[in-house]
C-alpha cells in the first residue's frame, strides 16, 4: 500500500490569503496537482490537520475544489486550526472520510484526533487509544500505522514543543510494548522530523505552505525549504519505507 501525507494546508475563507507572504490555496492547490500528475500508483492522501486556517466554511470548500480530481480516497483528521464539525461536512462526498480507523491487506490505520480545544496543545482522546490497543490485541497477524497532527515527541524546537501531545506518555508507552506499530507520523511543525521507537519510526510531514527552522528558539520562517509532502510505501512483511518530496 503507498500512501500520500499532506499537512497544514492553512486555507483561508478568501483564496488570497497570505501567511509569511505564502498564498496557501496556491501552494495546496500546485502540490495536489504534482501529486495527481506523479503519484498515480497512491492508494490514498492522508491529510494530518490544520485544513483550515480560520475555521470558516469556505477554506474546506476550497479543500475539495483543490482534491476534486483525485480518483484515490481521502482521509481528513483535524488540527488546532480546524474545525471538527465543518471538517466533518467534506466526508458527503463518496472518496472522503474521517473515521478513526481503516484496514487494507496486512495494516491497520489509525488518524487521531489530537486537538484540544481552546489551546494549540495537542492531547490524546483515551477512548481512541483505547480501541486502538483492543485492535491490536484483537490483531496480531497485522501491522500498525499511526497518523495524528500533534507531535509526541520533543524535536528541539522551543517554540513548537510547547504544543506538543500533553499526554502523549500514552501512546509512547503503547509503542513501546506493542512491536506490531511501524510509523507515527504527525504535522503541525511544519518542518522534518525522523526518529525510532521499538519498531516504530516516528516522523513529521512538512506543510503544503510555509516551513518552519528546525531547533530553534522562537518561530522562524525557513524560506530556504520549499513545501512539500510524505510517501509512506507499507509492505506485506511489515516493512515501511517512507521519503519526503518537495515542491
Known amino acids: 500500500m503507498k500512501m500520500i501525507q499532506i499537512s497544514d494546508l492553512h486555507l ?16 495546496a492547490q500546485k502540490i495536489i496537482n ?5 503519484e498515480t500508483d497512491a492508494d490514498c492522501l492522508i491529510i494530518s490537520g490544520d485544513i483550515s486556517n480560520d475555521e470558516s466554511a469556505a477554506s474546506y470548500k476550497h479543500l475539495m475544489e483543490i482534491i476534486k480530481d483525485l480518483e484515490i480516497k481521502v482521509y481528513l483528521m483535524p488540527g488546532n486550526h480546524d474545525s471538527i464539525e465543518k ?5 458527503s462526498h463518496d472518496l472522503i472520510n474521517s473515521t478513526l480507523y481503516f484496514e487494507k ?6 488518524m487521531l484526533n489530537t486537538k484540544k480545544d481552546g489551546s494549540p ?13 483492543e485492535k ?5 497477524d497485522k501491522y500498525f500505522m499511526v497518523f495524528m497532527h500533534h507531535h509526541p515527541v520533543l524535536i528541539g524546537s522551543d517554540s513548537m514543543d510547547k504544543m506538543v501531545i500533553e499526554n ?3 501512546l509512547l508507552d503503547v509503542i513501546k510494548n506493542e512491536s506490531k506499530i511501524r510509523g507515527v507520523s504527525w504535522g503541525h511543525v511544519h518542518n522534518v522530523f525522523e526518529t525510532q521507537l521499538n519498531k516504530a519510526k516516528l516522523f513529521s510531514t512538512p506543510s503544503t505552505c510555509f516551513q518552519s527552522k528546525p531547533k530553534s528558539k522562537t518561530f522562524i520562517i525557513d524560506k530556504n525549504e520549499k513545501p512539500g509532502y510524505r510517501r509512506i510505501e507499507l509492505t506485506s512483511n511489515g516493512e515501511l519505507r517512507t521519503s519526503v518530496a518537495r515542491i
Open 12 to 27: 483561508s475563507e478568501n483564496n488570497d490569503y497570505q501567511v509569511f507572504d505564502v498564498n496557501t490555496y496556491e501552494c
Open 34 to 38: 504534482h501529486i495527481s500528475k506523479h
Open 87 to 91: 471538517l466533518k461536512s467534506c466526508t
Open 105 to 110: 491487506d496486512e495494516w491497520i490505520t489509525f
Open 121 to 133: 496543545n495537542g492531547f490524546l482522546k483515551t477512548d481512541e487509544l483505547r480501541i486502538l490497543k
Open 136 to 140: 491490536i490485541r484483537q490483531n496480531q
Open 168 to 170: 502523549a506518555d500514552l
